[in-house]
C-alpha cells in the first residue's frame, strides 16, 4: 500500500503562499538544565547534549508528531509497503547534502542501521531485537528495509526515531559509544559554530547546504546549560532566553503573568505514568485486587498536587489523552472506573482481603497484613510527592505503603530484573497510536523470570489474549481491525488492571515572543515540546522567526 502525503503538501504550498510574511534573521537563545556540555557531537554518546541530537545536526526520515499521529516527509519522500506488509521501502530526498557539501544517499541510510545492527548497544528502539532482518539499497536514493515477519508498527521506529549519520565519518569507526566525535557533520538545518565549555554555551548557525531552502528562519542558536533549574528559570525570567525546558510549578503565576503579550507557555500532556506492581508477587497475582487498590487512589488529587494541575488523571485505559477519542472503543465505556475507596474497599473483601482488629487488611495468602514498597527515583519531587499520596490513600484502607527513593541507576536495575514490589513508571515510547505503550508493557516477548532482564515488560505480564492481540495488530493495516485489537488490549487495562495508570507527563515548556513567534502551543501542535524528542528541537527551531 503506497502511502501518500497530501497534507505535507498542503503544508508545504501553504508555506509558500504566506512566504512573504516570514521575516528572516536573528538568534535564538535556548536554555537547558542537563549533562555537561562538551565538544563532542557523537549522537550515540551519553555525553552529547540531547538538545543537538533532536533534529539540529541530525535528522530522522520522517518526522511523526506524536501529540497528533500524523506524519511529514523529512530525509525521505515516501514509503511503501511491499511483499505483503514484509518489506518497506523508502525513497530518498534527491537534494540532500551532508553539511561538508557530500552527498546524502542510500548508502548512509543502511551503514546506519546495520551499524546498529553491530553494535546492539546502539539500537535503542531494539528494531533488531524484533522484526527487521535487512536493510539494503535497491539505488542511490531508495532503501528497502526487510522484515522477518508481517510488523506494520516498526515503521514509526525505522522512520522516526533514528539519526541518520554520515557512512564516510564512522564506518572505520571501532567504539562508536565511546567515539569522540567533534566534526560535526550532519543534515541538519544548523551546524556548529563554536563552543566553549567553560562558559557551558554552544553556538549553531544555520546550514547553508540545508534541503528545505526556505528554512530555518532564524540565523543562528545560542544553547546555554544552566547547572540548575533556578538557574535556568532565573534568566528566563530576566528575558534572557527565547526558550527554556524547566519545570516551573505554577508556570501561569510565576512566568506568564509578569508579561502576558510576550511570556508564553505551553505544558502538554505526553505518555502516562503507571504505577507498576510486580505480578510475580502476591496480593499483585489477583486481578480483583489490582483492580480495588487503582479505585482506592486518588488520582485527581495527585495531578492536581503532584503535578501542580498541568496534567489531569490517566484514563484507565491506559491510553495516551490524544488517543482515546480515536481509538477507545464506545462498547468499553461501561467498564470504565474513577476514584471509589468504598467500591475498592467492598472489591478487596469479594476478593478474601479482610481487616483485622487493628484495621489492617490481610492477605489471605499468607495471614499477614498487606504492605510494600513504592518505588520512586530520589531527586523526582513529583513522583515522591505522587507516592506519598498512595501511601496516604492506601492507609485509609488498611494497607501499608512504605516509599522508597533510590538512584536512578538502582531504579532502572530493579526496573529490569523484577525485583521489585512497585514502582512509578512509564513505556518509553508513545508512537502514533495505543499499540506502542500496550507493547512494551503487555508483550510477553519482552519479559523476562525474576531476577534476569526484561527489555521493557517489568511487570512480568503473560497472557496469550494480549500477546495474540499484538501480534495481530501489527499484521494489519486496517484501521477497524486494529482498533478491535486495541480493544481486547483496553478491555483487560480497565478489567484485569495489569498496570495502574495514573497520570499523563507534563512537559511544561517556556517561550518568549519579545523577539520571535511560531512556538508550538495547545491550538497550534505542529510538534510535541519537550527538547530531547526526535526531531523536535530541530523542528521548533525551523518553524519560529522574528516577530
Given at each position: 500500500?503506497?502511502?501518500?502525503?497530501?497534507?505535507?503538501?498542503?503544508?508545504?504550498?501553504?508555506?509558500?503562499?504566506?512566504?512573504?510574511?516570514?521575516?528572516?534573521?536573528?538568534?535564538?537563545?535556548?536554555?537547558?538544565?542537563?549533562?555537561?556540555?562538551?565538544?563532542?557531537?557523537?549522537?550515540?554518546?551519553?555525553?552529547?547534549?540531547?538538545?543537538l541530537k533532536g533534529g539540529i545536526l541530525y535528522e530522522p526520515l520522517f518526522f511523526i508528531n506524536n501529540m497528533t499521529g500524523t506524519e511529514e516527509p523529512w530525509l525521505a519522500t515516501s514509503y511503501e509497503w511491499k511483499n505483503d506488509n514484509k518489506e518497506l521501502v523508502f525513497k530518498l530526498r534527491e537534494n540532500v547534502k551532508w553539511s561538508d557539501g557530500s552527498d546524502f544517499t542510500a548508502d548512509d541510510v543502511v551503514f546506519t542501521f546495520n551499524l546498529m545492527k553491530e553494535k546492539p548497544a546502539l539500537d535503542l528502539s531494539g528494531i533488531w531485537n524484533s522484526s527487521l532482518e535487512e536493510v539494503r539499497a535497491i539505488d542511490k536514493y531508495t532503501v528497502s528495509f526487510v522484515l522477518s515477519e508481517i510488523d506494520v508498527p516498526i515503521y514509526s521506529d525505522i522512520a522516526g526515531t533514528i539519526a541518520i549519520i554520515p557512512k564516510k565519518y564512522w564506518e572505520n569507526i571501532e567504539d562508536p559509544i565511546t567515539y569522540l566525535y567533534t566534526e560535526a557533520v550532519g543534515t541538519g538545518p544548523f551546524v556548529v559554530e563554536r563552543i566553549?565549555?567553560?562558559?557551558?554555551?554552544?553556538?549553531?548557525?544555520?546550514?547553508?547546504?540545508?534541503?528545505?531552502?526556505?528554512?530555518?528562519?532564524?540565523?543562528?542558536?545560542?544553547?546555554?546549560?544552566?547547572?540548575?533549574?533556578?538557574?535556568?528559570?532565573?534568566?528566563?525570567?530576566?528575558?534572557?532566553?527565547?526558550?527554556?525546558?524547566?519545570?516551573?510549578?505554577?508556570?501561569?503565576?510565576?512566568?506568564?503573568?509578569?508579561?502576558?503579550?510576550?511570556?508564553?507557555?505551553?505544558?502538554?500532556?505526553?505518555?502516562?505514568?503507571?504505577?507498576?506492581?510486580?505480578?510475580?508477587?502476591?496480593?499483585?497475582?489477583?486481578?480483583?485486587?489490582?483492580?480495588?487498590?487503582?479505585?482506592?487512589?486518588?488520582?485527581?488529587?495527585?495531578?492536581?498536587?503532584?503535578?501542580?494541575?498541568?496534567?489531569?488523571?490517566?484514563?484507565?485505559?491506559?491510553?495516551?489523552?490524544?488517543?482515546?477519542?480515536?481509538?477507545?472503543?464506545?462498547?468499553?465505556?461501561?467498564?470504565?472506573?474513577?476514584?471509589?475507596?468504598?467500591?475498592?474497599?467492598?472489591?478487596?473483601?469479594?476478593?478474601?482481603?479482610?481487616?483485622?482488629?487493628?484495621?489492617?487488611?490481610?492477605?489471605?495468602?499468607?495471614?499477614?497484613?498487606?504492605?510494600?514498597?513504592?518505588?520512586?527515583?530520589?531527586?523526582?519531587?513529583?513522583?515522591?510527592?505522587?507516592?506519598?499520596?498512595?501511601?496516604?490513600?492506601?492507609?485509609?484502607?488498611?494497607?501499608?505503603?512504605?516509599?522508597?527513593?533510590?538512584?536512578?541507576?538502582?531504579?532502572?536495575?530493579?526496573?529490569?530484573?523484577?525485583?521489585?514490589?512497585?514502582?512509578?513508571?512509564?513505556?518509553?515510547?508513545?508512537?502514533?497510536?495505543?499499540?506502542?505503550?500496550?507493547?512494551?508493557?503487555?508483550?510477553?516477548?519482552?519479559?523476562?523470570?525474576?531476577?534476569?532482564?526484561?527489555?521493557?515488560?517489568?511487570?512480568?505480564?503473560?497472557?496469550?489474549?494480549?500477546?495474540?492481540?499484538?501480534?495481530?495488530?501489527?499484521?494489519?493495516?486496517?484501521?477497524?481491525?486494529?482498533?478491535?485489537?486495541?480493544?481486547?488490549?483496553?478491555?483487560?487495562?480497565?478489567?484485569?488492571?495489569?498496570?495502574?495508570?495514573?497520570?499523563?507527563?507534563?512537559?511544561?515548556?517556556?517561550?518568549?515572543?519579545?523577539?520571535?513567534?511560531?512556538?508550538?502551543?495547545?491550538?497550534?501542535?505542529?510538534?510535541?515540546?519537550?527538547?530531547?524528542?526526535?526531531?523536535?528541537?530541530?523542528?521548533?527551531?525551523?518553524?519560529?522567526?522574528?516577530?
Amino acid at each position: 500500500m503506497k502511502k501518500i502525503i497530501i497534507i505535507a503538501m498542503l503544508v508545504f504550498f501553504i508555506s509558500i503562499l504566506s512566504f512573504s510574511a516570514i521575516k528572516y534573521g536573528g538568534e535564538a537563545t535556548v536554555g537547558l538544565t542537563t549533562i555537561q556540555v562538551q565538544n563532542n557531537f557523537n549522537p550515540f554518546s551519553p555525553n552529547c547534549q540531547y538538545f543537538l541530537k533532536g533534529g539540529i545536526l541530525y535528522e530522522p526520515l520522517f518526522f511523526i508528531n506524536n501529540m497528533t499521529g500524523t506524519e511529514e516527509p523529512w530525509l525521505a519522500t515516501s514509503y511503501e509497503w511491499k511483499n505483503d506488509n514484509k518489506e518497506l521501502v523508502f525513497k530518498l530526498r534527491e537534494n540532500v547534502k551532508w553539511s561538508d557539501g557530500s552527498d546524502f544517499t542510500a548508502d548512509d541510510v543502511v551503514f546506519t542501521f546495520n551499524l546498529m545492527k553491530e553494535k546492539p548497544a546502539l539500537d535503542l528502539s531494539g528494531i533488531w531485537n524484533s522484526s527487521l532482518e535487512e536493510v539494503r539499497a535497491i539505488d542511490k536514493y531508495t532503501v528497502s528495509f526487510v522484515l522477518s515477519e508481517i510488523d506494520v508498527p516498526i515503521y514509526s521506529d525505522i522512520a522516526g526515531t533514528i539519526a541518520i549519520i554520515p557512512k564516510k565519518y564512522w564506518e572505520n569507526i571501532e567504539d562508536p559509544i565511546t567515539y569522540l566525535y567533534t566534526e560535526a557533520v550532519g543534515t541538519g538545518p544548523f551546524v556548529v559554530e563554536r563552543i566553549d565549555e567553560a562558559a557551558q554555551i554552544v553556538v549553531l548557525k544555520k546550514n547553508e547546504l540545508y534541503w528545505n531552502s526556505e528554512k530555518p528562519y532564524i540565523d543562528s542558536i545560542k544553547l546555554r546549560i544552566f547547572q540548575s533549574n533556578d538557574a535556568n528559570n532565573l534568566a528566563l525570567l530576566k528575558g534572557e532566553l527565547d526558550w527554556a525546558s524547566s519545570f516551573i510549578p505554577d508556570v501561569q503565576k510565576v512566568y506568564v503573568s509578569k508579561n502576558p503579550e510576550v511570556n508564553l507557555a505551553w505544558a502538554p500532556s505526553t505518555t502516562p505514568v503507571f504505577m507498576f506492581l510486580n505480578l510475580t508477587k502476591s496480593p499483585f497475582d489477583k486481578a480483583e485486587f489490582r483492580k480495588a487498590l487503582s479505585m482506592a487512589i486518588n488520582k485527581a488529587k495527585i495531578a492536581e498536587v503532584a503535578e501542580y494541575g498541568y496534567t489531569p488523571a490517566a484514563h484507565p485505559s491506559g491510553m495516551q489523552m490524544g488517543f482515546v477519542e480515536k481509538w477507545f472503543d464506545k462498547s468499553l465505556e461501561g467498564l470504565v472506573y474513577s476514584y471509589d475507596p468504598e467500591q475498592a474497599a467492598a472489591l478487596f473483601e469479594k476478593a478474601g482481603f479482610k481487616k483485622n482488629s487493628d484495621g489492617k487488611l490481610i492477605n489471605p495468602d499468607n495471614g499477614k497484613p498487606v504492605s510494600f514498597d513504592l518505588m520512586v527515583v530520589t531527586g523526582w519531587t513529583d513522583w515522591i510527592t505522587t507516592a506519598k499520596f498512595v501511601s496516604k490513600d492506601l492507609k485509609e484502607l488498611g494497607i501499608e505503603v512504605n516509599v522508597a527513593p533510590v538512584s536512578y541507576g538502582q531504579y532502572t536495575q530493579t526496573l529490569y530484573t523484577g525485583v521489585f514490589d512497585t514502582a512509578l513508571g512509564g513505556p518509553d515510547k508513545s508512537g502514533q497510536n495505543p499499540y506502542y505503550a500496550y507493547n512494551r508493557i503487555m508483550n510477553s516477548a519482552f519479559t523476562a523470570p525474576v531476577g534476569e532482564q526484561a527489555l521493557a515488560n517489568f511487570i512480568r505480564w503473560r497472557n496469550e489474549d494480549s500477546d495474540k492481540a499484538l501480534n495481530s495488530f501489527k499484521k494489519s493495516t486496517d484501521f477497524d481491525a486494529q482498533k478491535e485489537y486495541i480493544t481486547v488490549l483496553a478491555r483487560q487495562m480497565l478489567t484485569e488492571v495489569p498496570s495502574i495508570p495514573m497520570f499523563y507527563t507534563p512537559v511544561v515548556e517556556e517561550y518568549s515572543a519579545r523577539r520571535f513567534i511560531g512556538w508550538p502551543s495547545e491550538e497550534n501542535p505542529y510538534c510535541s515540546a519537550e527538547p530531547w524528542a526526535m526531531p523536535t528541537p530541530g523542528v521548533i527551531m525551523q518553524n519560529i522567526h522574528l516577530k
